[in-house]
């Protein structure tokens, strides 16, 4: 007998355990390792903006957009490193969907014995829903008891019900925090983002999101992120997906002596990167809805 997709979406419904799917970004001295997005040889110090790339049934990705080193402001001379990173969360194929996405960053130095990139601010940073849907539900409760005339037996029911209607909100959650990683001790070294989607609607996590991260260094030696994206879809994807054995990549390389990285265009001071709002440089999307797509094939 062949178990088909048609099978499987059944048990989908009783919202069976999903197998988390772990994008992982290791050590390049791992020589086991099956690299799939690699540093290039010929320029090792690169600061790669590709980060991570997963295509199946689910699709994962990770874009460093702005890479901009300089100092925090004028008035000291505090080090300061801004990281723009965009995140792409999307189902490939009708049926599939992502149902919770955690992200972390973690910043070491390059080399051993230089100062760790201490983690100054971020954005997102704390608890956000995002697109919250509120649901009217009526619910009727009845229960019954039979009773019956003791000399001639003759029975009735005994009914009573009760409607209850109330109004229930749900909606996608976006959370941020700085953490500590690899020890208990000091200022944060790392950054964790977890998108999760409507419990109720069931429509997945956002497709797209904008985040920011504000470093802030004691000195010019080059430093490294690490990134995990952990995605857990819906069982039927995780049971189907061929994104069993993740392979590893190479971790993100920061080199404070290269020219700046700006792909949003924003207007940055490299003497004050104190000074930008994170949060204008981040966000969160849902859908992105093309208006006019319906076009007259003379119409120029």
């Given amino acids: ?100 996405v955690e992200v972390q960053v973690t910043f070491s130095p ?33 229960g019954g008891v039979q009773v019956s005339e003791p000399t001639t037996g003759v029975g009735a029911d005994l009914k009573r019900e009760k409607t209850v209607e109330k109004d229930t909100e749900d909606m996608m959650k976006v959370q941020g925090s700085k953490e500590k990683e690899g020890r208990n001790w000091g200022k944060p070294n790392s950054v964790v983002w977890i998108l999760r989607e409507n419990g109720r609607d069931k429509t997945g996590v956002p497709t797209s999101m904008q985040a920011c991260i504000r470093l802030k260094r004691k000195d010019m030696s080059r430093f490294q992120a690490h990134f995990t994206v952990k995605v857990t879809p819906t069982w039927l994807t995780s049971v189907l997906s061929c994104l069993k054995t993740d392979p590893k990549d190479h971790p993100v390389n920061f080199d404070p002596a290269q020219d700046p990285i700006n792909h949003t265009e924003y207007d940055y001071d490299t003497d004050e990167l104190g000074l930008p709002k994170l949060e204008d440089l981040s966000g969160v999307t849902v859908t992105t809805i093309l208006w006019k797509a319906v076009k007259n094939k003379y119409q120029k």
């Fill in 110 to 142: 390059k080399t051993k014995g230089d100062p760790d990139p201490i983690v100054e601010e971020i954005y997102p940073d704390g608890y956000f829903t995002v697109q919250p849907k509120t649901q009217h539900e009526v619910v009727t409760i009845s």
């Fill in 1 to 100: 007998m062949t178990t088909t997709e048609n099978d499987l979406k059944v048990v989908e419904d009783y919202d069976v355990y999903s197998r988390t799917l772990d994008f992982n970004l290791q050590e390049e001295g791992d020589t086991d390792a099956n690299f799939r997005t690699e540093n290039d040889p010929n320029d090792p110090d690169e600061q790669r903006q590709d980060v991570i790339t997963r295509v199946d049934r689910v699709a994962a990705s990770c874009f460093c957009k702005d890479i901009i080193h300089g100092y925090f402001s004028t008035q000291d001379d505090d080090l300061c490193s801004l990281i723009v990173l965009y995140f792409r969360f999307e189902s490939r194929e009708d049926g599939h969907r992502i149902k919770k």
